[in-house]
Nanobody, 115 residues
């Protein structure tokens, strides 16, 4: 099983980034997927989630209207489009797959929002 995040980097406030998560080794379409983030000195928090069936999404209040999560079951990929980035969005972003009691995590990708 692998979840590999990519797309992180340094961006100026107000800029955009698109994170990707490539999944392999499990039945991707059956799993709900989510993005979490962990800022320095803080606990890991849920950013966005998308279910396996309808593709419905939900977001943390702090990112609503700025971030959009999507998935492509044909490619075993999930994405996080991040717009209007703020310095407080700086964190390591992790991809998570879950189904009932099964959890898989990626190793994360660093997003730094700074001028």
């Amino acid at each position: 099983v692998q979840l590999v995040e990519s797309g992180g980097g340094l961006v100026q406030p107000g800029g955009s980034l698109r994170l990707s998560c490539a999944a392999s080794g499990f039945t991707f379409s059956s799993y709900a997927m989510s993005w979490y983030r962990q800022a320095p000195g803080k606990e890991r928090e849920l950013v966005a989630a998308i279910n396996s069936a309808s593709g419905s999404t939900n977001y943390a209040d702090s990112v609503k209207g700025r971030f959009t999560m999507s998935r492509d079951n044909a490619k075993n990929m999930v994405y996080l489009q991040m717009n209007s980035l703020k310095p407080e969005d700086t964190a390591v972003y992790y991809c998570r797959a879950f189904l009932v009691t099964v959890n898989y995590w990626g190793k994360g990708t660093l997003v730094t929002v700074s001028s």
